[in-house]
């Protein structure tokens, strides 16, 4: 909280500048529109392996904000349809009969 409400979002950029390559920078959260963000140096992001547009993890801990990316899905559809049967045809389930205002 900045201004006394949560925030509605955090939003994340990267720049060009990084004159120290440890891995530690100091950064300055600021207010994007009805949001805060932190602008993170490309090379930080990188090193955490993550690239713009991944989705991430933000959460706070201890007094700490840790980002981290979400990990890529297990599965790829290609993959499980093509281990689908050739012959497999999908069927109607009934769920029972209507119990309120659903149109079937």
Known sequence: MIDGSPPSGIYMGYTGRNQQRNKQMLAK??????????????????????????DVEVSARSGRIVVKPLSKSKFDLAELVSRMPRNYKPREESFGKAVGKEEW
């Open 29 to 54: 959260v600021q207010k994007w529109g009805n949001s805060q963000g932190v602008r993170l140096p490309k090379q930080l992001l990188r090193d955490a392996r993550i690239s713009v547009g991944d």
